[in-house]
Structure formats: structure tokens, C-alpha cells
């Protein structure tokens, strides 16, 4: 199993970023996949979910109505839209594949004020 993150960078508060997963070594379409994030000093927190065929969506309450989840079972990718984005939006962001115990090297995401 590989997952790659990409996408983050430093932006100033209220603006957005959209991350990429790519995955591979599962059948990607079988697998929920979710979002995790962990800031510095903080637990990695949970941040949305995608059903496999993309049917059902879960966010926590901290980035609901922020941020989209979706994804493209062709490409085996997971993306994340972040949209007014906040500085405690700063994190490590990860993507990881319902039950099993993989994790990528993550993507660093900056919000400045």
C-alpha cells in the first residue's frame, strides 16, 4: 500500500488549497477513505470521509461547510477542497484507507493571519 499527499502549502487566512491522495496497492474503490490532520503538539484528528463509491460524505464539525471531500476511483485519488481556511487550519494532513493501517508521509498545510 502507497498513499501519496500533495498539495499543501502556505496560504493567508480565507484563502484555499486543494489536496491530492493517490493511492496504491488496494482496490482503491472498495475502501473509504478519510482525512486526518495533526497539528503541532496536538493528536491526529479525524477530518472527513468518503464512502468508496463516493455516495456519502462525513466532515468534522470543525470543517464542515469549509472543506469538500471527493474522489476519483480512476485515478485512485482522494482530494480534500479546503476554502476559508483559518489558522488553526495549520496541520500535517493525511489520507488513509478505511480499516487498513496505512499512513502517507502527509502534506504540511500553513494558514497565516
Request: overall charge positive; glycine content about 12%; hydrophobic content about 35%.
Amino acid at each position: 500500500v502507497q498513499l501519496v499527499e500533495s498539495g499543501g502549502g502556505s496560504v493567508q487566512a480565507g484563502g484555499s488549497l486543494r489536496l491530492s491522495c493517490a493511492a496504491s496497492g488496494f482496490i482503491f474503490s472498495r475502501y473509504a477513505m478519510s482525512w486526518y490532520r495533526q497539528a503541532p503538539g496536538k493528536e491526529r484528528e479525524w477530518v472527513a470521509l468518503i464512502s468508496g463509491a463516493g455516495g456519502t460524505t462525513n466532515y468534522a464539525n470543525s470543517v464542515k461547510g469549509r472543506f469538500t471531500i471527493s474522489r476519483d476511483n480512476a485515478k485512485n485519488t482522494v482530494y480534500l477542497q479546503m476554502n476559508s481556511l483559518k489558522p488553526e487550519d495549520t496541520a500535517v494532513y493525511y489520507c488513509k484507507p478505511g480499516s487498513l493501517d496505512y499512513w502517507g508521509q502527509g502534506t504540511q498545510v500553513t494558514v497565516s493571519s
